[in-house]
T-cell receptor, first 111, second 113 residues
Framework: GENVEQHPSTLSVQEGDSAVIKCTYS??????FPWYKQELGKRPQLIID?????GEKKDQRIAVTLNKTAKHFSLHITETQPEDSAVYFC??????????FGDGTTLTVKP | DGGITQSPKYLFRKEGQNVTLSCEQN?????MYWYRQDPGQGLRLIYY???????QKGDIAEGYSVSREKKESFPLTVTSAQKNPTAFYLC????????????FGNGTRLTVT
């Protein structure tokens, strides 16, 4: 089955700096890669996703890159703000399949 | 207002008792999922259902059971066979399985003593 590894498990940055979280997956058939943000005590919510026919996608301060050959994808947050502090999860799935999640990254943005 | 509703928010049970967690969605999504979240372990899939009257085991299905008799509902029963049932349980739905984002409920925190 699919295995998703996520690094780092914790990340601390200064406000205004960039943050990068990386994930690798094992199943070459996976073709959908979402990222979720979970604030303390709340539900995970989708922040950005990418499909295997695209190499990069941006949404304001957030971007995701995908390298299908190496089977890894990354989340990039620029100009970080204290409200970006949360746990971030990557996931991988394929058509009609289940979503497999990474173990999460706790991001702390220090003012 | 479309969404996915889990109830109750907190649930307490004695060891040896079965307990059922409710999950309802009005998003007209075909696929529904149950995840368990423990501190530092991310989200682990218990069961998922791609369509009504069909469901499949996830990675940690032992000690759990589900049903999918209606499109809107996907209840999870935690049986006495689950060795460590105390956890935060998240229900989710998606338009279809595998290629669309998950919409999560607010979760149920189950404590078994």
């Amino acid at each position: 089955g699919e295995n998703v590894e996520q690094h780092p498990s914790t990340l601390s940055v200064q406000e205004g700096d960039s943050a990068v979280i990386k994930c690798t997956y094992s199943d070459s058939a996976s073709n959908y890669f979402p990222w979720y943000k979970q604030e303390l005590g709340k539900r995970p919510q989708l922040i950005i996703d990418i499909r295997s026919n695209v190499g990069e996608k941006k949404d304001q301060r957030i971007a995701v890159t995908l390298n299908k050959t190496a089977k890894h994808f990354s989340l990039h947050i620029t100009e970080t703000q204290p409200e970006d502090s949360a746990v971030y999860f990557c996931a991988a799935s394929k058509n009609a399949g289940k979503s497999t999640f990474g173990d999460g990254t706790t991001l702390t943005v220090k003012p | 207002d479309g969404g996915i509703t889990q109830s109750p928010k907190y649930l307490f049970r004695k060891e040896g008792q079965n307990v059922t967690l409710s999950c309802e969605q009005n998003l007209n999504h075909d696929a529904m999922y149950w995840y368990r979240q423990d501190p530092g372990q991310g989200l682990r899939l218990i069961y998922y259902s791609q369509i009504v009257n069909d469901f499949q085991k996830g990675d940690i299905a032992e000690g759990y059971s589900v049903s999918r008799e209606k499109k809107e509902s996907f209840p999870l029963t935690v049986t006495s066979a689950q060795k460590n049932p105390t956890a935060f349980y998240l229900c989710a739905s998606s338009i279809s399985a595998g290629n669309s984002p998950l919409h999560f409920g607010n979760g149920t925190r189950l404590t078994v003593t």
